[in-house]
Nanobody
Framework: QVQIVESGGGLVQEGGSLRLSCVAS????????MAWYRQAPGKEREMVAE???????NYADTVKGRFTISRDGNRNTVFLQMNALKPEDTAVYYC??????????WGQGTQVTVSS
């Protein structure tokens, strides 16, 4: 059974940093594309960063230069380092694993709140 669990969210002041973690169990994360999404109240869920097989990373324009996605294959974990946080970064952040067959697995989300 595949399980995705995020952690690391919290309340931070504008300009601060947070590092989110996403641990997968029941599946080998290293062979699948991973991504972080976020959803703010009243808005659609949007992709923030993705890490594809082979090392390619992509970022939403709104977070380029501030957020970094990375993996630790030994710990079956993917991270999202978030720096220079802004109030508009406030959202629930979700981790997504996509299998080769295209099946998505989502975590339950972790709340990030940035105060001005």
């Amino acid at each position: 059974q595949v399980q995705i669990v995020e952690s690391g969210g919290g309340l931070v002041q504008e300009g601060g940093s947070l590092r989110l973690s996403c641990v997968a169990s029941g599946i080998r994360m290293s062979i699948h594309p991973m991504a972080w999404y976020r959803q703010a109240p009243g808005k659609e869920r949007e992709m923030v960063a993705e890490n594809l097989i082979g090392g390619t990373t992509n970022y939403a324009d709104t977070v380029k230069g501030r957020f970094t996605i990375s993996r630790d294959g030994n710990r079956n974990t993917v991270f999202l380092q978030m720096n220079a946080l802004k109030p508009e970064d406030t959202a629930v952040y979700y981790c997504k694993l996509t299998t080769r067959a295209g099946t998505p697995y989502w975590g339950q989300g972790t709340q990030v709140t940035v105060s001005s």
